[in-house]
């Protein structure tokens, strides 16, 4: 079978990024003897874009994967692959962000990452007996360590996941370099509307994860691939309702990062780009009850920066 031409969009930064991405953060971690195949079939069928981080324990196996398909020919150099990995909370500190990016950098065996994400805002210290403790999150400073991820040629592009609009207005207050990306939760379920239009305004570019609900996960939702709208539009389409509900996040402008270890559905979830939803199921998809899945209740503490959900989201919830 012949592989699927995936389209870019061109970052802020000036490079490019396939708007389709492969997610591979799971609980529990796939183990390398089954991921590495996946990956490596997965970048056989068309995917560009492998979506990593410190937290998912995956980035060994995408760092095989990578070399395994430059190996067999399925791409002629590590450049024509986009790998994303993120920095985990322990390591959002000013002074273990350029290490922790050398040493996820170290488990892929790459020179470089083409996007590294501070993957929330929100920094934790290993207290004495190994738990995580919350503390303040320095954004300025924490910011400033990305941007010398930037500079010293260790990261293409930088962003941010699970930011606030208040988050990001923040950020931009002094940034240097701006945010690339920010990966947030999105899908019919959780729109994003607010988040899309702001960050169309400032040149962020919105990337979704969780773009069917996470459903299985064990803080997932079935609000996608349970909704009685998109089973109707998908079967007047002869679609699937994954591809409906991802061709809606390709029409909002936005990428995708989708999380399918099965090999008939990663292939399908590729078939989103030569058709188009109507302004009738755009209407009628509007209409699907909202809720945000995602909501880092761990993140929350009386003791911590944040002591609601409405201050980690800055009501954005």
Avoid at 119 to 146: C, Q, R, T, Y
Avoid at 148 to 158: E, F, Q, V
Avoid at 188 to 193: S, T
Avoid at 217 to 227: E, H, I
Wanted: neutral net charge; aromatic residues 6%; proline residues 4%.
């Amino acid at each position: 079978m012949g592989s699927t031409r995936i389209p870019e969009i061109i970052l802020n930064s000036g490079h490019k990024m396939p708007v389709i991405g492969l997610g591979t953060g799971a609980y529990p971690a796939l183990p390398a003897e089954q991921l590495v195949p996946l990956l490596v079939d997965a970048i056989a069928a068309g995917y560009r874009h492998i979506d990593t981080a410190a937290m998912y324990r995956t980035e060994e196996s995408v760092g095989r994967a990578v070399a395994e398909a430059v190996q067999r020919g399925l791409v002629k150099s590590r450049d024509e692959l986009f790998i994303t990995s993120k920095l985990q909370m322990s390591d959002s500190h000013h002074d273990r962000v350029v290490p922790a990016l050398q040493e996820s950098l170290r488990k892929l065996e790459l020179e470089y990452v083409d996007l590294y994400l501070i993957h929330w805002p929100v920094s934790m210290k290993i207290d004495g007996n190994n738990s995580n403790k919350l503390v303040k999150f320095e954004m300025k400073e924490i910011w400033e360590a990305m941007e010398n991820c930037c500079k010293m040629g260790l990261a293409k592009s930088i962003g941010v996941s699970n930011f606030s609009t208040v988050k990001l207005s923040t950020l931009l207050q002094n940034a240097t370099i701006q945010p690339a990306v920010n990966q947030v939760e999105m899908n019919v379920g959780w729109q994003q509307q607010k988040m899309v239009e702001y960050c169309k305004e400032k040149g962020i570019h919105v990337s979704a994860w969780s773009p069917l609900g996470a459903r299985g996960s064990p803080w997932g939702s079935n609000a996608v691939m349970g909704s009685p709208i998109l089973y109707h539009i998908a079967a007047a389409k002869n679609k699937t309702i994954a591809q409906v509900a991802l061709r809606w996040i390709y029409e909002q402008g936005a990428s995708m990062i989708v999380r399918s270890f099965n090999r008939e559905r990663m292939k399908e979830n590729l078939q989103v780009l030569d058709w188009e939803l109507s302004k009738e199921d755009a209407e009628k998809i509007k209409q699907i009850p909202q809720n945000r899945v995602g909501k880092g209740v761990d993140f929350v503490s009386p003791d911590g920066q944040y002591k609601s959900l409405e201050e980690l989201w800055d009501g954005e919830i």
